[in-house]
């Protein structure tokens, strides 16, 4: 009976754990994603050719 009940303890915390990296890995990637559009749009708003850079 104990076992069971560390074993699912555990299961919390690994899905309590992962949760929390999947807030902070989606946080990053907004934050990521919102400095490549501007950087993507300062470009774009140059004129220039840069967008090849980028791969766009």
Not at 25 to 36: C, N, Y
Request: some cysteine; hydrophobic content about 50%; charged content about 20%.
């Amino acid at each position: 009976m104990g076992f069971w009940r560390w074993k699912r303890g555990r299961l919390d915390l690994v899905l309590f754990l992962s949760q929390i990296l999947a807030m902070k890995m989606i946080l990053l990637m907004s934050v990521f994603g919102v400095r490549v559009l501007r950087l993507g749009t300062e470009i774009c708003s140059r004129g220039g050719d840069g967008g090849h850079l980028l791969g766009l």
